[in-house]
């Protein structure tokens, strides 16, 4: 995600915006520090920025964070001189920073503006307060901006750069940008960059670094992102989040995960940004990387983060920031508590005015994940139906056929969003501003939705414009599991070995994925022994992939004991995990009265999971065997990481006491305070 380089700091904002510099019939003396002593003392003293007592205390009060008091102030104000542009002008302010009302406060500056054009003209005077008049072009163009108005954000700073100095350069290449009008954008960068004002080459660099990332121009992405993120070394003071977390994307577009790692670190390291989470992206790299424990702890720290930037920049992310925590609950075995995020993040779209990327892009994202996260669900509903009394069973086959429904619905509307060729076929270009940072174990999840062949004409699409070097390896796992879903099982088998040849070792999910599909390809073709030490790899790495995809893993059942034994070989044999197959993976069973064990061996004799049960009492040989199965689906089919139900909703701030962070008026628990959630 490329992000506009935010303000950093309180002070400067307004010094930037109170500062509309000279007219050119206007003559300024020291005004950025003369506004400053105005923000400072609240003194009417400025050229340019004359105001009754009442309303200059109403601005210092808003530029000084007492948001409630400037807005209550400048209400009283307006009701009692509904003329009062300044008044109008501090009600927009608050509305935007400080309540996140964007049209409210595009209502109120419009207002503003219009009064005070009524009064004194659209051109500065020697004797208009004119300063108020170009904080509201500014302003103007800001809130425009906010609310994705692209085009009249441009018109705003077309209006104040004819009237004013210095102008708005760099500030124009991002609305260009979102425009698509790439040429102007470059130009309107370069134009900042050859200033000599470090704020104007700061916006510029960053600009720049977005623009040739959306254009496509990794290579050229990267060179610029470095040099906006060097420069930004050079003056500590003002550097923040976004110079680090722009560069670890170019990274991660060149497939450097290393080095997007580093640079991330130093992002949660500096100055807090306005736009983007470094803790969210690196829960999204900890997730792709199978770093569990490490993923979950930076999950831990995104609400943190939010909650200390503006209130008119909270909502700017939600939306990946529940794409993050749904994969990782999607990965981790927990289905539950990713649909009831994912079932917000496809009503509840975020604002996107500051991101670079396609936002039909980003929900088709949460609806694959939606997706997947229903038919997890059902497979562990079936799971923990084997052993259970008929009608149990058939009550569970309706709710896992029910949610296989739903999952179906959520993979049309992903299907749909993706209906525009250049969209899917971008969508297989990992890491780049096409591909709207799907995570790369997540793609193969488009041949059941788009279609086997579909997907692999969009891959060879993908592939013969990709020219950067460690992507054609991503393109044969995409197309392994195509060629497998059509029944080609020797060309998924030869695909999916050359991915596994290439495919870097942090890509654990993907690269488990790959083996899964290498391991079914092998045992199709007949090749059982190189199918067994697939099976055995991808349990080493990402156990839940078996569950994911929907796959059994073939077992040869070893019985030791009497009546317990056999009844769990019997349940194991009718499990959606398993397939009795003489060729298969040892599952070893040694159970007795008193209790037992079902251990799933690899095939160099390493555990790959046990089931375990104590008989209890009233236990009939039945119920013992059944709780060793549902320890062994347990154990053997998940990842290792300490997850309590407490913790997951603790990730959302289900259990804060306050306002959730990600919660809004649309969503469905609003009223419980616990979240929602729970399993079947």
Known sequence: MKYRRAHVHALRVVAIALCAAAASTVAVVAAAAQDAQLSALGEQRIPGLEATPEELEAWRLADGGRQVKARELAERIVRRHPSSYVGHFVLGYVQHYAEANFPRALYHLDIALRLYERRWGGTPSPV??????????RELAAAHGDLEHHSEKLGYIARYNLLYDPKMLAERAWPLMKLGRYREARAAARSGIATTDPWQREVALNALCAIEFEAGNDGASYVACKRAMDEARTQPDTMNAVDFTNFAEASRSLFKLDEAERITLEATRAQI????????????????????????????????????????????????????????????GRPWDAIRITAKALVAPDRRAHNSRDPAQDLSIAALLDRRARLLAAEMTAEEAVGRPIHERLWADLRAGWLRVEAWQAGRQAARLLADDARLVGMFRIGTAQSAVIPPWLAGELVEVAGAGVVREAVG????RDRRAGAAAYYDAFD??????????????????????????????????????????????????????????????????????????????????????????????????????????????????????????????????????????????????????????ATAFAPRVDLSQADANSLDGSNRIGRDPLRTLFDDDAADPSGGGGGP
């Open 273 to 332: 940004a306005w736009y983007g989470n470094p803790w969210m992206e690196l829960a999204e790299l900890y997730t792709r990387e199978g770093r569990f424990a490490e993923a979950l702890n930076a999950l831990r720290e995104i609400p943190r983060y939010r909650m200390e930037r503006p209130p008119h920049v909270r909502d700017a992310d939600r939306n990946e920031t529940r794409r993050a925590l749904s994969a990782f609950f999607v990965v981790v």
């Open 461 to 464: 699409r993908a592939r013969r």
């Open 128 to 137: 208009a307060p004119w300063r108020w008049h170009a904080r509201m072009l």
């Open 480 to 633: 392994a599991e195509a060629a497998l879903a059509e029944g080609d099982s020797k060309r998924a088998y030869d695909l999916a070995t050359r991915a596994l040849a290439r495919l870097g070792r942090a890509e654990v999910l993907l690269r488990a994925r790959v083996e899964a599909i290498a391991a079914a390809a092998a045992s199709d073709l007949g090749r059982t022994e190189r199918a067994l030490v697939l099976y055995d790899t991808a349990f080493q790495s990402d156990p839940g992939i078996f569950r994911r995809l929907g796959l059994e893993v073939p077992v040869r059942i070893h019985v030791h004991g009497g009546e317990v034994a056999e009844e769990v070989a019997s349940f194991v044999a009718h499990s959606p995990r398993f397939d009795e197959d003489d060729q298969g993976l040892d599952l070893r069973i040694d159970a007795n009265g008193r209790g037992g064990r079902a251990c799933l061996v690899g095939v160099g004799g390493s555990i790959l999971g046990c089931g375990r049960a104590e008989a209890k009492r009233g236990d009939d040989a039945q119920e013992l065997a059944r709780r060793i199965v549902q320890d062994l689906h």
